[in-house]
């Protein structure tokens, strides 16, 4: 080998090593996160793709009102460099979680910016009913079932955006671009949405669902929720023989066809409802998207598939 070819060659060498030693962002791991529902992780992983590595702590088909954690979910949190929760009051279980993880600083709470829904201070009195029933009863705050209308997942998804661009400022324009394609597939769902409604004649348009999580959903689309089988935003509480009747009442009162139950939740009240009223009963998907290949794989099908129940149910 003469001289040129070996300079050559030396040079090509060094640009490889060179080369190799600046790696983009991209080369590196992603980032380690973790999302409290499979929805807000489904929404996190449109946004982050391929930069980031997404556990989900309640596994798929559990009721986020009810989930008990387990030591592993400390340590998942512990690992994490972002902690991505609904909020709004959704996720009762996480303030211990996060305190024991010494992880307050990276939490994000998605839903941050929506103006809640306010149910007031809804108390339900029942005689007989012991302090614990009582307060089981008492229902305080917003409702925190943002994402029934994909009109507020826009804002989770800028404030996904926001977050992930903080934490990785290298890559923020890989994060803005898949935010405003995600962007534009929620504007596209709610507009599918808006045209599939028009099937409900307007007197059918009430909502009986097994607790009130539809309401960002009925206020968006021109629905009315009628009530629920347990009355508030949690699946926690137990109805009163007061509040089924209360229920019953309501359902011959205004004609309603349908009650939507939760795929996570124990249906035999609505079934006992249902049944005294000659109604049918619906299973939806509300706090947990489906197993992958099912119908309810990612929040968009979650959305198409719930709003496809509602409408064969009502027209």
Known sequence: MNIKHLILSMLTILFVLTACASPTRQSKAPLNVVATTSIVG???????????????????????HSYQPS??????????????????????????????????????????????????????EHEGEDEQEHEMHSHEGGDPHTWVDPNNVIIWVKNIETKLS???????AIYQTNAENYIAQLKELDAWIREQVKAVP??????????????????????????????????????????IAQIEDAIREF???????????????????????????????LGSL??????????????????????????
């Not at 009051?89 to 993880?101: V, Y």
């Not at 009650?259 to 079934?271: C, D, H, L, S, Y």
């Open 42 to 64: 489904d929404v996190v992983r449109q946004v982050g793709g391929d930069l980031v590595n997404v556990n989900i702590l309640l596994p798929i088909g559990s009721d986020p």
């Open 71 to 124: 030591p592993q979910d400390v340590a998942k949190i512990s690992e994490a460099t972002l902690v991505f929760a609904n909020g709004a009051g959704l996720e009762e279980f996480l303030q211990n979680l996060i305190e024991s993880a010494g992880a307050a600083n990276r939490l994000v709470n998605v839903s941050e910016g929506i103006e809640l829904k306010d149910f007031g201070a809804h108390e339900h």
């Open 166 to 172: 903080q934490i990785d400022s290298a890559n923020s």
């Open 202 to 243: 307007d007197e059918n348009r009430r909502l009986v669902t097994d607790h009130m999580v539809f309401g960002y959903f009925a206020e968006r689309y021109g629905f009315e929720q009628i009530g629920a089988v347990i009355p508030g935003y949690s699946t926690l509480a137990s109805p009163s023989a007061q509040d």
């Open 255 to 285: 004609g309603v066809k349908a009650i939507f139950v939760g795929k996570t939740v124990n249906p035999t009240i609505a079934q006992r409802i249902a049944e005294d009223t000659g109604i049918k009963l619906v299973f939806v998907y």
């Open 290 to 315: 489906s197993e992958a290949g099912g119908p309810a794989a990612s929040y968009l099908d979650y959305m198409r598939y719930n709003v496809s129940e509602i409408v064969n149910a009502l027209k």
